[in-house]
């Protein structure tokens, strides 16, 4: 069975802060990895995704990914009470042809 | 900007009745899946499509559910004999392409089974 973990927290931040995510997967065939922002009765929105080891910038997200750990996070600058939600990790699977979710991360960030 | 619209957005039904689930993926995405998310757990994937079928379904996706590319914007869900454990949100997703590419997300389907 093919699991993608996440810490559930909640992880709480005051506002301006860096909040981290982390996220492990278990299939080392797995070749995408995403990030979603899911809001307490609403659907996954895709914030961020990232394919090869590194780091990737978008705005005030950085996705990194480390495949040889198996690894990936997600940090948010100068956080916002805006962005309190739950951050799906999301992998695919060796096929591509599905993603498997981890349980989320629920974030709060304090004014 | 494009966008996954699905209908109803919110569905009670009888034990035991069929229900279809409706989604109008991104008009030029090629492949098209859905997932459900039972209350307070994970996103759970049930089955992609592309070129007219299936090709790929998780353990969930047993003989009573179903899939099916109507016309040329229409992709649906169907439960044949729905169960109480049925209940949950449907998510219908699109992508450009299949392996690498971004799944966008519908706003969903709340099913509710009495």
């Known amino acids: 069975q093919k699991e993608v973990e996440q810490n559930s927290g909640p992880l709480s931040v005051p506002e301006g802060a860096i909040a981290s995510l982390n996220c492990t997967y278990s299939?080392?065939?797995?070749?995408?990895f995403f990030w979603y922002r899911q809001y307490s009765g609403k659907s996954p929105e895709l914030i961020m995704s990232i394919y090869s080891n590194g780091d990737k910038e978008d705005g005030r997200f950085t996705a990194q990914l480390n495949k040889a750990s198996q690894y990936v996070s997600l940090l948010i600058r100068d956080s916002q009470p805006s962005d309190s939600a739950t951050y799906l990790c999301a992998v695919t699977n060796q096929a591509g042809t599905a993603l498997i979710f981890g349980k989320g991360t629920t974030l709060s960030v304090s004014s | 900007e494009p966008e996954v619209t699905q209908t109803p957005s919110h569905q009670v039904t009888q034990m035991g009745q069929e229900v279809i689930l409706r989604c109008v993926p991104i008009s030029n995405h090629l492949y098209f899946y859905w997932y459900r998310q039972i209350l307070g757990q994970k996103v759970e994937f049930l089955v992609s499509f592309y070129n007219n079928e299936i090709s790929e379904k998780s353990e969930i996706f047993d003989d009573q559910f179903s899939v099916e590319r109507p016309d040329g914007s229409n992709f649906t869900l169907k439960i044949r004999s729905t169960k109480l454990e049925d209940s949950a949100m449907y998510f219908c997703?699109?992508?450009?392409?299949?392996?690498?590419?971004?799944?966008?997300f519908g706003q969903g389907t709340r099913l509710t089974v009495v």
């Open positions: 299939d080392r065939g797995s070749q995408s």
């Open positions: 997703a699109s992508s450009v392409g299949g392996r690498n590419t971004e799944a966008f």
